[in-house]
């Protein structure tokens, strides 16, 4: 008894153990048949007859009772209530029979002489045999059927999740956005940057936001000098603003001051007086073809703005000689519904942050470099008027309805004289940063990014929706915040200031925290012009969320009951996330509205900023319908980045962005084949062998978790390459445009190397993409092994 007494303490496990047996009525011990020898037969005959006798005697007879042994190790009530709810009552006596066998004493304690009744009590065991073994079977089935419809676990935290997104977002309303919207065009008129920024920081205030700050940066901005720049015609003496209007005291006074704002910031400064070249739109094909004709130097070249980025096109007329550019957008690329002939447009020659501190940020102290212009070029934006004027026309003639488009005739001659006169200065740009903490992962960022109002730039008004989206999905946030509940990643939301002069706020504040940045930021929501047409939704996403963005895209036209197909693309923006894309490769989404036509129109004529006014947005608008669709959708994807366990990035869309970049007519190794094959085996095999397991609920294991979040979050940092041409993006996996399929290196070096002997241009660009590949491949082989080596470790 000494021994039996020491596993008293264990019988809650033994209970447990019970249990198990009692349901699994039909199995025995090895060495027993179902056809019981005698002695055996006896034996248990004469024990149940006196288990029987035994409840039968014992009260409560229809409620289960503990084993003496049991009850005495049951102290606490909270235990025993645990081991009852656990063991079921035993419907017949198999099952504390069973139970009775497990005991080491069970022998010696209820040993008795055979009964005489034997066939009896035989024919009695065979009935209860039987009834256990039906109901065993019948419970399998109920179990297996309620396990096959009853939803996994999984499936039960992304209705969660889903239900979680459903309550904040269906607090976001057109009309307080509309409301938002109005405040804050009563602020654009304001001749202090740090007004509008004080008003949106108080607003995000009042909302709850947290750790509200103020990033200031003193910066070199390329202002309008006090009077608007000039185009003279030699032939006549007529002198013209850059909107065709002539110049006059009087027709200055009556002209709006958007034509103050009609320049390139950071233009070459002075007058020149040459012949105007029609260049067309400046690309290589049409440089080639001018210099057979014409001597271009020091000539001033006549540009269409579209096609190719306006710094490569700048940068090939400056090595060719050209002194000046007059830059217009020719009408015929517009949509009808457009008429921009006398509209003035900004546009700026900065490829991102101060010019002064190029690569590292404006922080007091710093050296500042002399750089008050960044061409040696004289660059003018025109209007479409004035270019008709240029070459004696009248407009853009239409003929059964197609539009012939602006040209000067290489047979004629025409001198003019461009006076281009702006100012550089250094001026204090805000950023507003506000931020909600994680809980979970505090230390991994989602970045949701708008523009404010820029107080010394043009009068578009365009900044105020991007800030009234952010500020009405802070608003539905923080209400479900104020209830307690907390993102698991920390969404940081930032207005920045200083985008028309080269995403200046957010470059340099990208610079001063770069090190944090690089290593925590898990992805880039861009809220950039929002509302540029009211026709199409065009998303924008890296390959990796693409697969995300379609998912919300579709799901958003299903409620909507009426939507033109969307194509998710991974092209290049305008706006403030290319700080994001091409020196940090983050992974970034954005939406916004535009017309049909423009989107089949040449590409990059958004780089003109336009003087868009209230009026007009709320022409494309009235409803804000349009506002309340990009808020949902943004706010979703974010809020899927920032709570989901395992980040929602497709590795394999990577790997084929990759190999359809590699179609094409353009050249390709075969080792660039090859190891785009392989980049794509390591990212199925990456997606099978870890990214299924984690969406497992039952494998989410922190550690593993942490460490597969930490791979996807970094995955096209491989493709980063140092140097590109001036305009195109450094990350290759972005697109110059929708037409446009293949690598936009190797589409720029195969044209550079047409009318050249040498392809050494061609050979360095097949150089960066190969490394680019193979480092993308190499990291996803890293990443494996580190699963790999991590499981062994465990097992």
Same mark, same amino acid.
């Given at each position: 008894?000494?021994?039996?007494?020491?596993?008293?303490?264990n019988t809650s496990l033994q209970g447990k153990k019970m249990a198990y047996q009692k349901v699994n009525a039909d199995q025995r011990a090895p060495g027993h048949s179902q056809f019981l020898d005698n002695d055996d037969l006896q034996a248990t005959a004469l024990d149940l007859e006196w288990d029987m006798e035994k409840e039968l005697e014992e009260p409560g007879f229809d409620q289960f009772q503990l084993d003496s042994a049991e009850n005495q190790n049951l102290g606490h009530s909270e235990t025993a209530d645990l081991n009852l709810d656990s063991i079921q009552p035993a419907i017949s006596p198999k099952g504390r029979f069973q139970r009775l066998q497990e005991e080491s004493d069970y022998i010696t304690h209820y040993a008795r002489p055979a009964p005489k009744s034997n066939r009896c009590n035989f024919c009695y065991l065979s009935k209860i045999l039987?009834?256990?073994t039906i109901l065993f079977i019948f419970g399998i089935v109920i179990g297996y059927y309620a396990h096959k419809n009853c939803p996994s676990d999984a499936t039960s935290s992304g209705t969660v999740y889903l239900r979680l997104y459903q309550d904040i977002l269906t607090t976001i309303q057109a009309e307080d956005i509309k409301k938002s919207f109005r405040n804050f065009i009563q602020l654009y008129k304001s001749e202090d940057d740090m007004e509008i920024s004080k008003q949106i920081k108080t607003h995000w205030t009042s909302l709850g936001l947290e750790d509200i700050q103020f990033v200031n940066y003193s910066v070199l901005l390329d202002l309008p000098g006090p009077s608007p720049s000039t185009v003279t015609l030699n032939s006549s003496g007529q002198c013209f603003y850059p909107n065709g209007q002539p110049c006059s005291e009087r027709a200055r006074k009556d002209t709006s001051q958007d034509v103050l704002y009609s320049y390139a910031a950071y233009s070459a400064k002075g007058t020149l007086k040459a012949e105007v070249i029609d260049v067309s739109y400046g690309t290589a094909d049409d440089l080639k073809r001018i210099k057979k004709m014409k001597n271009i130097t020091n000539q001033i070249a006549l540009l269409k703005l579209g096609k190719l980025p306006l710094l490569y096109k700048l940068s090939l007329l400056e090595k060719a000689g050209f002194g000046g550019v007059l830059l217009y957008i020719d009408p015929c690329d517009l949509p009808k519904t457009a008429n921009p002939s006398h509209d003035a447009f900004m546009v700026s020659l900065n490829p991102g942050g101060d010019p002064s501190t %190029? &690569?590292? %940020?404006?922080?007091? &102290?710093?050296?500042?470099?002399?750089?008050s212009n960044l061409t040696s070029l004289l660059v003018q934006p025109i209007s479409a008027s004035l270019v008709a004027k240029l070459i004696s026309s009248v407009k853009a003639r239409t003929k059964n309805d197609v539009c012939s488009p602006l040209e000067l005739p290489n047979n004629e001659i025409r001198i003019v004289s461009m006076q281009v006169q702006t100012v550089t200065e250094y001026k204090t740009v805000t950023n507003v940063v506000g931020y909600v903490r994680g809980?979970?992962? %505090?230390?991994?960022?989602?970045? *949701? &990014?708008?523009q404010h109002h820029t107080a010394y730039s043009y009068n578009g008004q365009e900044w105020a929706s991007s800030t009234a989206i952010i500020t009405a999905f802070i608003r539905a946030l923080m209400l479900k915040v104020k209830k307690g509940w907390r993102p698991d990643r920390t969404i940081v939301f930032c207005s920045w200031g200083g985008t028309a002069f080269g995403n200046i706020g957010s470059y340099e504040w990208g610079e001063d925290f770069k090190k944090v940045l690089q290593k925590n930021v898990v992805a880039y929501i861009s809220l950039h012009s929002p509302i540029r047409g009211n026709s199409s939704l065009h998303p924008v996403a890296s390959p990796s969320l693409q697969q995300l963005v379609e998912e919300k895209n579709n799901f958003n036209c299903t409620r909507r009951a009426q939507c033109p197909d969307t194509n998710v693309s991974s092209v290049q923006i305008q706006g403030d996330a290319?700080?994001?894309i091409n020196h940090l490769g983050v992974p970034i989404v954005q939406f916004a509205y535009e017309d049909i036509k423009a989107l089949e129109a040449p590409s990059f004529l958004s780089e003109a900023l336009f003087p868009r006014h209230a009026t007009k947005i709320e022409e494309m608008d009235p409803f804000f319908k349009l506002h309340e669709t990009i808020t949902k959708l943004s706010g979703e994807v974010i809020l899927q980045i920032a709570n989901e366990p395992v980040l929602p990035y497709n590795a394999l869309d990577i790997a084929l962005e990759v190999q359809n970049s590699l179609k094409g007519d353009q050249p390709n190794t075969p080792q660039l084949l090859a190891l785009a094959s392989r980049l794509r085996e390591r990212a199925e095999l990456f997606r099978s062998d870890e990214m299924r397991p984690a969406n497992d609920p039952k494998e989410r294991a922190p550690v593993r978790v942490r460490m597969l979040n930490d791979?996807?979050?970094?995955?096209?940092?491989?493709?980063? *390459?140092?140097?590109?041409? %001036?305009?195109?993006?450094?990350?290759?996996?972005?697109?110059?445009?929708?037409?446009?399929?293949?690598?936009?290196?190797l589409v720029e070096a195969w044209e550079h190397c047409k009318p050249l002997a040498s392809n050494e241009t061609l050979e360095e660009a097949l150089s960066e993409v190969l490394n680019s590949i193979n480092s993308a491949q190499v990291y996803f082989k890293a990443g494996?092994? *580190?699963?790999?080596? *991590?499981l062994? &470790?465990?097992?």
């Open positions: 008894m000494g021994e039996n007494e020491a596993t008293l303490p039987c009834t256990a %190029p &690569g590292y %940020p404006s922080a007091d &102290g710093s050296f500042r470099q002399s750089r809980l979970a992962s %505090p230390d991994r960022y989602i970045i *949701v &990014g708008s290319d700080y994001f791979i996807l979050q970094d995955m096209e940092k491989s493709f980063l *390459v140092p140097q590109v041409p %001036p305009g195109f993006y450094r990350n290759i996996l972005y697109h110059l445009d929708e037409k446009t399929s293949q690598f936009s290196i494996l092994d *580190v699963f790999e080596s *991590v062994v &470790g465990k097992n």
